[in-house]
């Protein structure tokens, strides 16, 4: 009885141990550009304005996102508590896919063993908390796979509508437009245990209404809010305008440094991964098993998606990689009790030390927050004045949103109309605003004053200025919100 609950208390604090790694590395670490949009965005979640349609094509992110606004906080610490929510998710996916893992395996130690291989891969650990919809979409496609497993495995009787599933895949699409991978995705996993426990009947039926017709379901409400204001966009429809413009670039090299970069720092997790893979195909016995043919075709899956995709950024990847690497497990289960140990151990201390000498985990945001702290202060000493710098880098404080996107000239034009309208006191200029060059440069030209770095106040207002608030040595507003990620994290060889 002892040893049960020693054993218990044992996986509380390995779980504990988790939480505060992801949540610690959530409110700490670089906060990319994309991220910071997403929740300055959230401010305009509840209005209704033409300005503010586009994020309810996101309606579940964003509400998320819409609850710090509810508090009065700085703009650091606002920032700090989106990444503290999306930390909480991440530790839930975790634990998420730690229970497929037992559901799969049964064995609590594989679990277990399991997640300590999962945190030692690098673009999950320092990806997985970030704020981006595709995280959100992570978390709903483990709740709705677990759902499906649990189901399967259910000796009660299949029902032709299952309330829950049908639920669960609507949030699923709901999400984000790379759900349609996930809801895909899914559909054959869910196809693939009707078949191989014996509960085909009518599965087709019950395909199209789980899963084809949610899918059909959130794209009509898009196209029916389109059609009522021309304002609204169809979030499937931008992205699959998106995905066919970057078709071509989809498939040069330099589109796969995430992928390359991961696999030069952890190379040694994705052997096991392979090994485990062919531990599979070796043993008759494991390939006519329910749950080693659905990790191979979880991986399997995870892997087509990671190529098809056209932008595997770091944190895309995190959220493949549990599944693709679920077929370690049976690596691990087949592993005498010594050798287990062996590798348990190499998992926990060897693979993160020799990665942490190889290069830094994750970059730190405390240069981030000095200079949004300053730059908060620049517009609290002037107040009623907007500024505008395309990333939002100051969630709290009146900005104009118009986003400037890369391949998306039609963004540029329009922000640089709006501009011309209704020009704010400030412009900070980040790397975003490169987009719009040279016009970008000429209209700061023309109408602003350079006053400090990178910091731009219209002709008329500068008068005005406070002095006394600016940075006397500038601020380094380029580096601090650089475009996706860190410079330091690109793969060197680009």
């Known amino acids: 009885m002892s040893q049960q609950r020693t054993m218990v208390l044992a996986r509380l604090a390995l779980c504990g141990a988790f939480l505060i790694l992801f949540v610690y590395m959530a409110v700490n670490s670089f906060v990319s550009h994309s991220e910071l949009w997403a929740i300055t965005s959230a401010r305009l979640f509840g209005d209704l304005t033409d300005k503010s349609l586009i994020i309810y094509t996101k309606f579940l992110f964003y509400s998320v996102l819409s609850l710090p606004y509810q508090f009065t906080l700085s703009d650091g610490t606002h920032i700090q508590m989106a990444r503290f929510l999306f930390g909480l998710i991440a530790w839930v996916c975790l634990m998420l896919t730690g229970r497929l893992a037992f559901l799969l395996t049964k064995s609590r130690g594989l679990s277990l ?29 483990l709740t709705t796979l677990l759902y499906i497993v649990k189901k399967s495995q259910s000796p009660s009787k299949i029902k032709l509508f299952d309330t829950r599933l049908f639920f669960l895949v609507v949030l699923v699409a709901a999400t984000t437009a790379k759900s349609v991978y996930l809801v895909i995705g899914l559909a054959f996993f869910y196809w693939f245990s009707a078949v191989k426990k014996q509960r085909s009947q009518k599965v087709y039926l019950r395909l199209l209404i789980h899963f084809g017709a949610p899918f059909y379901l959130v794209i009509s409400i898009g196209t029916l809010l389109t059609l009522i204001n ?46 485990g893979v062919v531990q599979i195909l ?59 140990k062996i590798v348990l151990l190499s998992v926990t201390f060897c693979i993160p030390a020799y990665m942490t000498f190889f290069e830094p985990w994750w970059f730190s945001n405390e240069e981030q927050l000095r200079v949004i702290k300053q730059l908060s202060g620049i517009l609290q000493a002037h107040p009623g004045a907007q500024y505008f710098d395309s990333t939002g880098a100051l969630p709290t404080q009146p900005s104009l949103l118009w986003y400037m996107g890369p391949n998306d000239q039609g963004s540029v034009r329009n922000a640089m109309k709006n501009l011309r309208k209704t020009p704010p006191e400030f412009i ?56 996706d990620h860190h410079p330091r994290t690109r793969w060197p060889l680009w």
């Open 282 to 340: 070796r043993s008759k016995r494991l390939r006519k098993q329910y749950a080693a043919q659905s990790c191979l075709l979880l991986a399997a899956f995870s892997l087509l998606t990671i190529i098809i995709h056209p932008e595997r950024w770091d944190y895309f990847l995190a959220t493949q990689v549990p599944l693709l690497s679920l077929p370690v497990l049976f690596l691990f289960q087949n592993l005498s009790s010594v050798k287990k």
């Open 113 to 141: 063993t399991f997640l300590m291989f999962l945190v030692s891969i690098q673009v999950y650990t320092c990806n997985i908390f970030r704020v981006r919809a595709d995280i959100l979409g992570h978390f709903l496609m």
């Open 428 to 483: 900070f200029r980040t790397p975003h605003l490169s987009y719009a060059d040279p016009d970008m440069a000429v209209f700061l030209f023309r109408n602003y004053d350079e006053v400090s770095h990178h910091i731009w106040v219209r002709n008329d207002f500068v008068k005005s200025l406070d002095r006394d608030r600016l940075p006397t040595h500038g601020l380094p507003i380029r580096r601090t919100f650089i475009y």
């Open 230 to 275: 021309p304002d609204f966009s169809n979030i499937f429809a931008i992205a699959l305008n998106y995905y066919v413009n970057s078709f071509e670039s989809a498939w040069l090299l330099k589109s796969f440094n995430a992928v390359f970069r991961s696999l030069q720092i952890n190379w040694f997790n994705y052997v096991l991964i392979l090994l």
